[in-house]
């Protein structure tokens, strides 16, 4: 199978904070793969804009350290870097001051997509997009891209959405939720919406419930005193949990096309009931064999912020009623595995007497690692001895599927900035979408934070806490191990 690379028209990528984590490890490896696979031309540039003191040469090496540390390892050619590089530029700036601001609408040229990145933090955002508009270095069909975390309440999004709103249209904001540029992300709503499989069986009355699982071995060490202020519900719920919700629950959009799926995804978040407080579980990893404790890594004693938060989650409309989903996010967990389950209900009638193992038809939608789907079906068990049934998984390993293809696919930030070159906004969140993820969040944490909940300690490397299990168990339901 040969994957096709579609080439993007030329453009000219100014990255704010270029100089920055997010930048090192993802948005610069990422394009120089696409540079390599031929997605970037050889006439596209990528512009750095920081307040290092840097120039051409010196950012340029700061590029060739990040390829070295964050690159793939296969595609470390001197000769195609040494290419990558010349594409790349840099400005010093100084994002609430006047420096650089004329210099870089100076280096700014016509007749190529104009894109700036925002990889800096959200306090910021404002004074960029007003210097970008007073230099007139964003033009009408310039495209911003912005990170998460896009606020950490209704109130701090819909601000940041009318600052940004100042000086760019809607369809001009790319705002980024990593977790839809993964390509297993995207291939839930393939196999949603490109086979008649499913969907006849894609609601209450046959999905006896579904889990999202996102695990993480990683702790908060590094990040701590960013992490400290923001915790599991606001870090990955409020967006990337949200998000592969919305994929499993929305209805079939018309088209596959920004405003249809975005309008679909919408509906859903609006239509999410109220947590309860019992409905939730907080964790915070404690020491263990395997490694410290959360107080140490935030370095904040008497923290109560969760690094674990499992949810059960209704969906309050017709399709959903009475369908569960129980969320569960959390780091220094026992393996690194994110998934989603669905488990179907039981047949109505039992015909045969004998059923050994588990029976339950689960479709498994493996995000990462092992990308790929399981369905659980029962059948016959082999051999003589009587109709007596078992279980066994109809596997798919995508990697198997399409073989050398697997290995071109696009990570999830090359195949989003490539979109915001390419102007399709469909794998981009908009605002309505972040206040309305934010409406239905902020009451879960103003109800945990008003009755002074404690986050519940498990052990680093452990499946997060016990009380996480009850939340099933009292529901005659079990999470799926975590595991490889
Ligand atoms: C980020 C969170 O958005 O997603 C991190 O801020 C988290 O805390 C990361 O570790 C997980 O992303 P991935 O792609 O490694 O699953």
Same mark, same amino acid.
């Given at each position: 199978? +040969?994957?096709?690379?579609?080439?993007?028209?030329?453009?000219?990528?100014?990255?704010?904070?270029?100089?920055?984590?997010?930048?090192?490890?993802?948005?610069?490896?990422?394009?120089?793969?696409?540079?390599?696979?031929?997605?970037?031309?050889?006439?596209?540039?990528?512009?750095?804009?920081?307040? *290092?003191?840097?120039?051409?040469?010196?950012?340029?090496?700061?590029?060739?350290? *990040?390829?070295?540390?964050?690159?793939?390892?296969?595609?470390?050619?001197?000769?195609?870097?040494?290419?990558?590089?010349?594409?790349?530029?840099?400005?010093?700036?100084?994002?609430?001051?006047?420096?650089?601001?004329?210099?870089?609408?100076?280096?700014?040229?016509?007749?190529?997509?104009?894109?700036?990145?925002?990889?800096?933090?959200?306090?910021?955002?404002?004074?960029? *997009?007003?210097?970008?508009?007073?230099?007139?270095?964003?033009?009408?069909?310039?495209?911003?891209?912005? !990170?998460?975390?896009?606020?950490?309440?209704?109130?701090?999004?819909?601000?940041?959405?009318?600052?940004?709103?100042?000086?760019?249209?809607?369809?001009?904001?790319?705002?980024?939720?990593?977790?839809?540029?993964?390509?297993?992300?995207?291939?839930?709503?393939?196999?949603?919406?490109?086979?008649?499989?499913?969907?006849?069986?894609?609601? *209450?009355?046959?999905?006896?419930?579904?889990?999202?699982?996102?695990?993480? %071995?990683?702790?908060?060490? @590094?990040?701590?005193?960013?992490?400290?202020?923001?915790?599991?519900?606001?870090?990955?719920?409020?967006?990337?949990?949200?998000?592969?919700?919305?994929?499993?629950?929305?209805?079939?959009?018309?088209?596959?096309?920004?405003?249809?799926?975005?309008?679909?995804?919408?509906?859903?978040?609006?239509?999410?009931?109220? +947590?309860?407080?019992?409905?939730?579980?907080?964790?915070?990893?404690?020491?263990?064999?395997?490694?410290?404790?959360?107080?140490?890594?935030?370095?904040?004693?008497?923290?109560?912020?969760?690094?674990?938060?499992?949810?059960?989650?209704?969906?309050?409309?017709? =399709?959903?009623?009475?369908?569960?989903?129980?969320? =569960? %996010?959390?780091?220094?967990?026992?393996?690194?595995?994110? !998934?989603?389950?669905?488990?179907?209900?039981?047949?109505?009638? #039992?015909?045969?007497?004998?059923?050994?193992?588990?029976?339950?038809?689960?479709?498994?939608?493996?995000?990462?690692?092992?990308?790929?789907?399981?369905?659980?079906?029962?059948?016959? !068990?082999? @051999?003589?001895?009587?109709?007596?049934?078992?279980? +066994?998984?109809?596997?798919?390993?995508?990697?198997?599927?399409?073989?050398?293809?697997?290995?071109?696919?696009?990570?999830?930030? !090359?195949?989003?900035?490539?979109?915001?070159?390419?102007?399709?906004?469909?794998?981009?969140?908009?605002?309505?979408?972040?206040?309305? #993820?934010?409406?239905?969040?902020?009451?879960?944490?103003?109800?945990?934070?008003?009755?002074?909940?404690?986050?519940?300690?498990?052990?680093? @490397?452990?499946?997060?806490?016990?009380?996480?299990?009850?939340?099933?168990?009292?529901?005659?339901?079990?999470?799926?191990?975590?595991?490889?």
């Amino acid at each position: 199978m +040969v994957s096709r690379v579609i080439p993007v028209d030329s453009f000219d990528l100014v990255i704010f904070g270029g100089t920055g984590d997010l930048a090192k490890r993802k948005i610069l490896p990422g394009l120089y793969r696409r540079f390599v696979s031929g997605q970037m031309n050889a006439v596209s540039r990528i512009i750095g804009a920081a307040r *290092a003191d840097l120039n051409d040469a010196s950012f340029r090496e700061t590029v060739a350290g *990040a390829i070295a540390e964050f690159g793939d390892k296969s595609l470390q050619d001197p000769a195609k870097i040494a290419e990558f590089l010349a594409r790349i530029h840099y400005v010093p700036v100084d994002a609430t001051g006047t420096n650089g601001w004329a210099q870089l609408a100076g280096h700014m040229r016509g007749g190529v997509v104009r894109a700036f990145y925002f990889s800096v933090a959200p306090n910021l955002f404002g004074d960029i *997009a007003q210097r970008l508009h007073d230099h007139a270095i964003a033009t009408p069909t310039s495209r911003i891209v912005v !990170e998460k975390p896009f606020g950490r309440d209704l109130a701090s999004a819909r601000a940041l959405n009318a600052v940004l709103a100042q000086h760019f249209t809607e369809d001009q904001i790319y705002r980024i939720d990593h977790y839809l540029g993964k390509e297993t992300v995207q291939n839930l709503m393939a196999v949603r919406f490109a086979n008649i499989l499913f969907e006849p069986i894609w609601k *209450a009355q046959y999905i006896d419930h579904v889990q999202i699982t996102v695990a993480e %071995t990683v702790g908060v060490e @590094g990040r701590g005193a960013y992490y400290d202020t923001s915790g599991a519900m606001r870090d990955m719920v409020q967006n990337h949990l949200m998000q592969l919700l919305c994929l499993i629950a929305m209805e079939p959009p018309y088209h596959f096309d920004p405003s249809a799926v975005r309008d679909e995804k919408l509906k859903v978040i609006r239509a999410l009931r109220p +947590v309860l407080p019992d409905e939730i579980v907080r964790g915070q990893y404690r020491a263990s064999d395997v490694d410290e404790d959360y107080i140490t890594h935030s370095e904040n004693e008497g923290s109560r912020t969760e690094s674990y938060i499992a949810l059960k989650v209704h969906v309050a409309n017709w =399709r959903w009623q009475g369908t569960p989903f129980y969320l =569960r %996010t959390g780091k220094k967990l026992r393996a690194r595995t994110s !998934e989603i389950a669905i488990t179907f209900k039981q047949p109505p009638h #039992a015909i045969f007497d004998d059923v050994t193992g588990w029976n339950e038809n689960v479709l498994v939608i493996r995000l990462q690692p092992n990308e790929g789907m399981t369905l659980s079906v029962m059948i016959k !068990e082999p @051999g003589p001895g009587g109709m007596r049934l078992m279980n +066994v998984p109809l596997d798919m390993s995508f990697a198997e599927a399409l073989g050398a293809a697997a290995n071109d696919v696009p990570e999830a930030y !090359e195949r989003l900035i490539m979109d915001v070159i390419r102007g399709n906004q469909t794998l981009f969140m908009r605002g309505d979408e972040v206040e309305a #993820a934010w409406a239905w969040t902020d009451p879960i944490i103003n109800g945990w934070e008003a009755r002074g909940d404690k986050p519940k300690q498990y052990d680093a @490397g452990s499946s997060g806490p016990e009380d996480a299990l009850m939340l099933m168990h009292r529901d005659g339901r079990r999470w799926r191990e975590i595991s490889l």
